[in-house]
């Protein structure tokens, strides 16, 4: 059987070219291109590395100086086709004017790209608890304008962050009256529906800050626990701690939308990866060794998979 070759094709690129009717196409080698892979089949998914996108940290814009730091650890459901789950680690930070919610392991290889002294064994033994990136965006919270921001990375597109504001989304929680003890701390159940999720979360007045974990606000205490009714995403509290840090914003490349045009974005990148993240203009050859050439279709790839945070 002929060698298959998947060669990305990208109109007016300055390399390679092959004739194809009457038109020339530009052929860039899989030597430059090997962050791509021409399948993602469900039994062998690895998201974290090499598909995730990434961008450099090198550039903080100092928001405010937290004075707690709460790391959550995070159970995520990420195929409901599979029932594959792995887990990722969220960390708020808390001051007076702003809460930054981020996903600690989409951090950390971004700052491994930043600083290439960097070592995950070395200066991030704590990765290896986790399975990689799944929760690849960060949240701020601005408490004085009460607005929401989220910035969020895509697959396979590097240095450029996606981001849409929003006034802070009402949260209209009911209170079961029920307690428990967490962690040493005395808790309350409270639930809610957000975005297409019914959430329950368990928090403490103990710690009196406005909910401190993702967008999640509305309640006089920090949440040390929360879960999708589905079962698909689940927080715990790792770590609640005294903690003085800067709450930066780095100043990467950025595209501004809408929150539905984010979640439309996000939608279709997840869809079909290998097509999108290069742009509209690109698109795949199946070059054999024999000469013969086809394009490569949609039907050729398998979707990555996607369960986000919001359905709606």
């Known amino acids: 059987m002929s060698r298959l070759f998947f060669l990305l094709v990208l109109l007016m690129a300055p390399d ?88 600690r392991c989409c951090w950390q290889v971004c700052m491994n790209h930043t600083d290439r002294t960097l070592r995950r064994s070395k200066d991030f033994a704590w990765m290896d608890a986790y399975d990689g990136v799944v929760l690849n965006m960060a949240v701020y919270r601005n408490r004085a304008t009460r607005r929401t921001t989220q910035r969020g990375l895509f697959p396979l597109i590097n240095q450029l962050v996606f981001e849409y504001t929003e006034s802070e989304p009402p949260m209209n929680w009911v209170l079961s009256g029920q307690t428990r003890t967490l962690e040493g701390y005395t808790c309350q159940r409270a639930v809610c529906r957000y975005a297409g999720r019914e959430w329950e979360v368990w928090f403490t007045t103990a710690v009196p800050v406005d909910c401190g974990l993702w967008k999640f606000n509305g309640l006089p205490g920090l949440i040390l626990e929360a879960r999708d009714l589905r079962g698909h995403y689940h927080f715990r509290v790792n770590t609640v701690e005294s903690h003085e840090e800067e709450i930066v914003r780095y100043r990467t490349a950025t595209k501004k939308l809408t929150r539905s045009e984010y979640l439309k974005r996000e939608r279709t990148l997840y869809s079909a990866p290998l097509f999108h993240a290069q742009g509209p203009d690109s698109y795949f050859l199946k070059c054999y060794e024999s000469g013969v050439m086809e394009f490569v279709t949609a039907d050729d790839f398998v979707d990555l998979p996607y369960n986000p945070l919001e359905l709606e």
């Open 16 to 103: 390679l070219c092959w004739p194809q009717g009457s038109q020339q196409f530009q052929v860039v080698p899989l030597s430059r291109m090997r962050h791509l892979q021409a399948q993602y089949p469900y039994n062998g998914y690895r998201p974290a590395l090499d598909v995730a996108g990434y961008c450099l940290l090198d550039r903080p814009q100092k928001l405010d100086v937290s004075r707690l730091r709460v790391i959550y650890d995070v159970d995520i459901l990420v195929d409901t086709l599979s029932d594959k789950r792995l887990k990722d680690c969220m960390v708020t930070l808390i001051g007076d004017t702003y809460y930054k919610s981020y996903g």
